[in-house]
């Protein structure tokens, strides 16, 4: 079995081994003398479960199943199945033929879905079809020059995040109340994310183990990033700023770990109205909440920023700054370089313009 399709069954089968039910049959792919007899006994099972999604995990150990559902990342699989319910529900049937497929994407297009959208619908159908054994009517040359014309015919520029630039970052925190628990887990926690280049996901679920400490900053162990699902470990150091500088996110965490008296466990952790201190870690809502909050204080609520902005706003500021590819990389643990390319936001067009040479 090829990548496409190991990756492929461990998504299928570790959503099923939570949510569908185990019955013997849960999975009976028969060859039919033709594709309508075929069609019309899978799309029955499919109704019969309202995932969208035929399981086969027998003889499966139960070691066998946690590894396949460590391979995808929880919101991948989300992904997928909302995909394929997207489509029974505009009355496709599966397996699809390469016209079904065609009509359907044409169809959604119609509807204003964006490029990448019905990118990710086609590469989740192929992935059903893959694992039913089936041939893949989204690698037929009508699907593909389907997907292509609908990229020549529409803006296929992706919508991003605007990059949180230094003096935003100093006016958010500005305008926390760093007398407060709230006030300086957040300050610690935006100056992380800033610094350190995090996903949101990523440091929410940082714990007071993964910090090394040191006289010129911290390193910090990442296990797990959107990246990463290979155990691969990560590390960034962080350094302390110098003396007399406005923020450090070395000194702020310091100040937020010896408030709250956190020696163990999760490091930024959810907070009471009344200021109690809880003993679960914020969510990646949670601090998207926080943020905006403190957006909206700093009079910078309009300008579209979330989460991502601190990451963006790390990789654009370093690289308007000289740093180099390299030495950022170390931060954001990119791999490709076209992916962090785009990571690169320029708020002014003029700014460190190539062309800004005019005498001999």
């Known amino acids: 079995m090829d990548k496409t ?20 049959n849960c999975q009976r792919f028969i060859p039919m003398n033709s594709k309508r007899q075929q069609r019309s006994v899978i799309s029955k099972e499919m109704k019969n479960d309202n995932s969208g999604i035929t399981i086969n995990h027998e003889g499966l150990s139960e070691e066998a199943r946690h590894l396949l559902a460590q391979s995808v990342s929880a919101n991948s699989v989300r992904a997928m199945r ?4 997207v489509y029974q529900q505009a009355g496709g049937i599966l397996p699809a033929t390469d016209t079904d ?12 879905k964006k490029p ?138 310091e100040h937020w770990l010896e408030a709250s008296r956190i020696t163990h466990g999760a490091i930024f952790r959810r907070i009471s109205p009344k200021g109690r201190i809880g003993a679960c870690r914020i969510t990646a809502q949670a601090l998207y909440v926080r943020m905006k909050k403190a957006l909206k204080l700093a009079g910078l609520a309009t300008q579209g920023y979330s989460p991502h902005s601190f990451r963006a706003g790390f990789i654009t500021e370093a690289h308007l700054r000289g740093k180099s590819d390299v030495q950022i990389k170390r931060i954001s643990g990119h791999r490709d370089q076209n992916a962090f390319e785009r990571y690169i936001r320029v708020a002014d067009e003029f700014e460190n313009n190539a062309g800004d040479f005019f005498n001999l």
Request: glycine share 6%; proline share 4%.
């Open 116 to 253: 990448a959208t019905l990118e990710r619908y086609a590469n989740s159908l192929h992935m059903w079809h893959r694992y039913m054994n089936l041939p893949s009517p989204i690698k037929t040359m009508a699907v593909r020059n389907v997907l292509r014309g609908i990229k020549r015919s529409r803006d296929t520029r992706q919508s991003s995040a605007p990059a949180l630039r230094l003096k935003e970052l100093h006016a958010m925190l500005a305008a926390l109340d760093r007398s407060t628990l709230h006030g300086m887990r957040d300050s610690a926690i935006f100056l992380l994310s800033f610094y350190g280049a995090f996903r949101r996901s990523e440091v929410v679920v940082l714990g007071y183990e993964d910090i090394e400490w040191h006289p010129e900053g911290i390193t910090i162990t990442l296990h797990y990033s959107k990246a990463n699902r290979s155990g691969r470990i990560e590390t960034k150091s962080l350094m302390r700023a110098p003396a007399g500088s406005a923020y450090c996110a070395v000194a702020m965490l």
């Open 5 to 24: 399709s190991s990756v492929t069954m461990a998504w299928l089968i570790a959503e099923g081994c939570h949510s569908l039910p185990k019955t013997p």
């Open 82 to 85: 909302a995909d394929l319910r």
């Open 101 to 112: 497929i065609a009509n359907y994407l044409s169809a959604q297009s119609a509807l204003g």
